[in-house]
């Protein structure tokens, strides 16, 4: 699909060859290390000089040097798996959402233009498709799969883009007219991406939010935001907005609390409608029924922008970055032992060690890496620098990005105690719901405590040893997955499962009586 | 314990009342095997489900229904054998707790 648009894309367009670096702004955070290998002084080494039991040392460990295009468009062929636009010192960066940052409305239409209304049917739908947009929000999700089913359910007889039509099971009920919510509870603690986007570039969000809108025949739109400096900038931006006559859809906003639950789907929708924002057991989805029975779509914050530069500059455009299979760029919040924690944006396939480039590099030897967050995923840090992030890149080692967190644990603490520490917070999160849940999650994280304790003198009398704490996780872990009315214990799980794996080592120590830290040989 | 049942009992002779989806597909018949969705939210491990339906379901430590397939997904994903669809069906019917649901194949 071809439009002809008066504004042009921030980055590799071949009619805008602006460098990101000069489109990057004060509000999109740019590591120390966008100056390569300067790093935090002096810590980079020859490689030869590392010793074998730290394979990942402190500083910045550039995988793509000298691979760059020096500036402007990089298009590959698609043999390529990763195609990095305008290096412009950024260490592999792309500078999509954020460089779109504006702080009023004016700004936001000289940079982005007015909002690019595609009229009812499936334009965008189909556009979307052909970015290949997922979610940003955990579950990478095919957006597109998301809005047609909304719009199906709305409308059955011509919503849905090239799939079949169910019968909604349950008979003859009126759907309603669809809602659309930006989900922005960010509720993963060591996520900053999505208030990072809002306080960025809330324009654009808004703008995705109405093009959802619009694409599925919404009638209520909502921002559902976690409180602080994000639903700030959002209530801002909805008032520039409504005193512009900016929107089509009405847009309300509403905070949620700030609990690691509040930005799961069925616990949004709850919010919404005036209940605790517990998660929902719901057998149908809540494309078909979700707020007040009415076709509901729930999309990550980052989603809806990414969702907005599409109906902007198109499919192709969109896919002119990241892999063939993951198209375009994500968020992702890097945190713990790096010179500047913060958020960068980088196309899918940018190795680890890129990554974490951007942020200034590791400040200590990594011990080991967590993808995604509390519910995410433990890596040795035997995969390297070199690994990429994308699914592709990362299913070898079970993990995945999820919501786009990089967690980098130094090699003189303890994986285990700090799985410990997750797995109790996760525990006392749970929503007191589900039986198995509720029960399941206290017993797993005393054991994930159990595995932590170094046998001995702080056993206590009564205690398990750590390799029989470590053996009763692992069945807790099988016993609560996939049973609860939301994945909250699928990811408490699926991070002892990694943590078991990872840290094998180091609770055998445990057991012996001494704590390795996590920089080992496994 | 409350009120384990010790056997099936027959199988109810008109439709379910109370929850009205209990056939997949809304009183179409499925074509393919139907799965068991439970209300983690509604049971509270009576074990019920278990008693009719032992050649899917055990009980966990706490009495909450337990998927025998191995790597079966509790939430959504039993699926019911066309043999067991009956009593799938009485299992569903007997939940005190209207926690189960047929749903149909995907
Ligand atoms: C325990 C739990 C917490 C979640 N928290 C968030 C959250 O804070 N923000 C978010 O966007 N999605 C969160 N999700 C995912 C949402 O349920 C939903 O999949 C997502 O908002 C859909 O947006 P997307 O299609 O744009 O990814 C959470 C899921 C679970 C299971
Ligand atoms: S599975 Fe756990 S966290 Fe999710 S709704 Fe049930 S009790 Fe709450
Ligand atoms: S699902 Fe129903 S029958 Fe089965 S254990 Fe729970 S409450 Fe009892």
């Not at chain 1, 703008?207 to 209520?220: H, I, R, S």
């Not at chain 1, 930005?263 to 719901?282: C, D, F, K, Q, T």
């Not at chain 1, 035997?382 to 070898?396: F, I, K």
């Amino acid at each position: 699909m071809t439009v002809e648009h008066a504004v042009s894309p921030p980055i590799a367009s071949a009619t805008a060859p602006v460098p990101p670096s000069r489109l990057a702004t004060a509000a999109a955070p740019r590591g120390p290390a966008s100056s390569v290998g300067a790093g935090p002084a002096g810590r980079e080494r020859p490689s030869r000089e590392r010793p074998d039991h730290e394979p990942w040392p402190a500083g910045v460990h550039r995988i793509r040097t000298g691979e760059h295009p020096p500036a402007g468009p990089g298009i590959t062929g698609p043999g390529h798996a990763v195609k990095t636009v305008g290096d412009g010192g950024d260490g592999g960066g792309a500078q999509r959402l954020l460089a779109a940052a504006a702080a009023d409305l004016g700004s936001h239409y000289r940079r982005c233009g007015p909002v690019p209304w595609r009229g009812p049917g499936g334009h965008l739908l189909a556009e979307i498709r052909d970015s290949g947009l997922t979610g940003r929000g955990g579950a990478a999700f095919p957006t597109w799969r998301k809005l047609s089913a909304v719009a199906a359910a709305a409308h059955p007889d011509t919503g849905r883009l090239g799939g079949r039509r169910r019968a909604a099971p349950g008979g003859t009920r009126r759907p309603g007219t669809p809602v659309v919510v930006a989900n922005a509870a960010e509720g993963e603690p060591e996520s900053a991406k999505d208030a990072t986007l809002l306080v960025a570039a809330a324009h654009l969000v808004l703008d995705g939010l109405q093009l959802a809108a619009e694409a599925v025949g919404a009638g209520e739109a909502y921002v559902h935001v976690k409180p602080g400096a994000a639903a700030q900038s959002v209530r801002r931006a909805v008032a520039e907005r409504r005193a512009a006559g900016w929107d089509r859809c009405q847009i309300e906003v509403r905070e949620a609390p700030a609990t690691f639950l509040a930005g799961e789907a069925s616990a949004v929708v709850a919010a919404l409608e005036g209940a605790p924002a517990r998660p929902r057991a719901h057998w149908r989805p809540l494309a078909d029924d979700g707020l007040h029975g009415r076709p509901t779509l729930v999309h990550n914050v980052e989603t809806l922008a990414h969702l907005a530069m599409i109906a902007r500059w198109g499919a192709a455009w969109f896919r002119s970055v990241g892999t063939a299979d993951e198209p375009g760029t994500l968020l992702v919040t890097v945190t713990g032992t790096v010179a500047a924690p913060g958020v960068v944006e980088v196309p899918y396939g940018t190795p680890l060690g890129d990554l974490l480039g951007l942020r200034g590099g590791a400040v200590e030897p990594v011990g080991a890496l967590r993808l995604g967050g509390y519910a995410g995923t433990w890596l040795p840090v035997e995969v390297g620098p070199q690994v990429a992030m994308s699914r592709a890149g990362l299913a070898p080692w079970g993990a995945e990005p999820g919501p786009g967190i990089v967690s980098v644990l130094p090699a003189g603490a303890c994986g285990l105690a700090e799985t410990a520490r997750i797995v109790a917070y996760l525990a006392a999160q749970n929503a007191g719901q589900c039986g198995p849940c509720v029960s399941g999650l206290p017993q797993l994280a005393r054991s994930v405590a159990g595995m932590a304790r170094v046998a001995g003198p702080d056993t206590a009398p009564d205690g398990e040893n750590p390799a029989q704490a470590a053996s009763r996780a692992l069945r807790l872990a099988a016993l609560v997955s996939g049973r609860g009315a939301c994945h909250h214990p699928d990811g408490a799980a699926r991070l002892v499962h990694s943590a078991l794996r990872t840290f094998a080592a180091d609770i055998r120590a445990h057991a012996q009586g001494h704590c390795l830290g996590s920089a080992h040989p496994s | 314990m409350p009120g384990i049942p010790q056997r099936r009992r027959a199988a109810p002779t008109d439709a379910p009342t109370g929850h009205p989806a209990t056939t997949a597909g809304g009183g179409v018949p499925a074509a393919g095997p139907a799965r068991l969705w439970i209300d983690w939210t509604a049971c509270d491990a009576r074990g019920w489900c278990a008693e009719l339906l032992p050649e899917l379901l055990t009980r966990d430590p706490d009495g909450y229904p337990l998927a025998l397939a191995p790597g079966a997904r509790a939430t959504r994903d039993i699926t019911i054998p066309a043999q067991l669809a009956g009593h799938a069906r009485r299992a569903v019917d007997a939940c005190p707790r209207l926690a189960l649901r047929l749903l149909p194949p995907r």
